[in-house]
């Protein structure tokens, strides 16, 4: 049997997607709160019960608790077939992360860098293994300032939002083209609109937006439709370094295939890795 790991499995996508690939995978399941994890766990087993899913706790925002993660990870799974780096949060008051970055950067971007860099030696152990990302079309409203990723002048959640999801996109392009000769692709995708907790605790007009006019939005099933094909079709075998929406591959923000960027972004992440990790 394959093995996944999704991250944020305990609500909206995540959910909807770890309920399509339960029969085929034994799950690697990461969630922040144990309690809500079990909860979740056991809804899938009502229905699955002979399921192979895995408990991890980690808070993805901490990026010693993603370095511990990986460790426990490698020392039970030699080899993984499918990454979802699916987690994300939106905040509207800026907010740090126990290593003192911006929230909405450590949370979406920087776990999801850290966790599959660090798990990449698992993927290539597996025969044609796939990362999926998922990004957001909000990343096209996204504006660049390599001097000031933490937001510290000019925060604004949607700013910080649509940057993490750009960074998502770029990181995507970036280690597509460092696994080239590998087995391993890497895509990244939009979910579209859906109606998850995702930015139910805004207040404001965007709470208005995320909390009123959720009847509007996709259900969390239609939104897991394309990581579900990117993780499962044969049409997407070999396929590389795209962004995709509705099971098409569509283009990114400009910035976003511009190399200077790309090795930037790459450079200054790992730069505050390593400052974290020797703190
Ligand atoms: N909903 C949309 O319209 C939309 C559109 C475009 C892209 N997306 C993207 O889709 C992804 C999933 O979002 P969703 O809409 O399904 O939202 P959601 O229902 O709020 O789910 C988010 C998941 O991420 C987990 N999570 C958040 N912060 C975490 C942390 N620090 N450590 C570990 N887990 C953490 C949450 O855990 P808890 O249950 O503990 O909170 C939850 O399981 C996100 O990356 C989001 O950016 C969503």
Redesign the pocket.
Known sequence: MKTALI?????????ATVKSLLTEYEMIL????KE?GINTINEFLSYTPHAKLHLFV????SIKEVNALCSNIKAQFSKLDLLIN?????IPQKQLSADGYELTLA??HL?AFQLTNALVPILINAKESRIIN?????HKIAKLDWNDMNLTNQFSGIRA?ANS?LYNIMFTYKLAEQLKDSQVTVNAM???????????NVTGFTGFLFNQLGFL??T?EK?AETIIWLATSNNIKGVTGKYFKDKKAISSLAASYNQDNLNKLWALSQEMINNILTS
Do not use: Q, W
Request: with cysteine; charged share 15%.
């Open positions: 991250t944020g499995f305990t609500s909206g996508i995540g959910k990461v969630c922040r709160n809500k980690a808070d993805l925002s699916n987690a994300g949060l939106f949370t979406n776990s998922v990004a957001s079309e909000a939002y999801k939009h979910p579209g609109g859906v109606n998850t907790n995702f930015g139910k939005m996709r969390p939104g």
